[in-house]
């Protein structure tokens, strides 16, 4: 049921249309070129912070299902961004931390390839 990459595959996709994307861009083209980028800087974590991002990044998924809904990477763009502003807005520094741990990598991922000339669906970093 909870899928860790789902998730932070959904998240990028959810921070990229938040933060980044102008009308007419495709999001699934960045989230694609951009996912893998804030796989690899999660990856290089000390394992005991790694662990518990991905904890919290499992709990972010399973977060909707408490609230009577499906898990985070199956809801639609628009309930994912409402789950995100809550989290953002949340009480618990931990889930407001992870949330600006994202939006750091997906945003310094994003102007990053914008400012190359690349193709976005390239895998280039």
Same mark, same amino acid.
């Given at each position: 049921?909870?899928?860790?990459?789902?998730?932070?595959?959904?998240?990028?996709?959810?921070?990229?249309?938040?933060?980044?994307?102008?009308?007419?861009?495709?999001?699934?083209?960045?989230?694609?070129?951009?996912?893998? #980028?804030?796989?690899?800087?999660?990856?290089?974590?000390?394992? /005991?912070?790694?662990?518990?991002?991905? /904890?919290?990044? /499992? /709990?972010?998924?399973?977060?909707?299902?408490?609230?009577?809904?499906?898990?985070?990477?199956?809801?639609?763009?628009?309930?994912?961004?409402?789950?995100?502003?809550?989290?953002?807005?949340?009480?618990?520094?931990?889930?407001?931390?992870?949330?600006?741990?994202?939006?750091?990598?997906?945003?310094?991922?994003?102007?990053?390839?914008?400012?190359?000339? #690349?193709?976005?669906?390239?895998?280039?970093?």
């Amino acid at each position: 049921m909870l899928n860790h990459q789902a998730t932070l595959t959904a998240l990028v996709d959810t921070l990229l249309r938040d933060r980044c994307l102008t009308a007419g861009e495709d999001p699934a083209v960045w989230t694609e070129a951009i996912t893998p #980028f804030v796989t690899q800087q999660r990856a290089k974590m000390p394992p /005991l912070t790694g662990a518990a991002v991905r /904890l919290l990044t /499992l /709990l972010l998924d399973a977060w909707p299902i408490a609230r009577g809904t499906r898990p985070f990477h199956r809801l639609a763009p628009a309930e994912r961004q409402a789950v995100t502003a809550a989290w953002r807005a949340s009480r618990l520094g931990p889930c407001r931390d992870l949330l600006r741990l994202h939006d750091s990598l997906v945003i310094f991922a994003w102007y990053t390839r914008r400012e190359e000339p #690349f193709m976005p669906n390239q895998s280039t970093m």
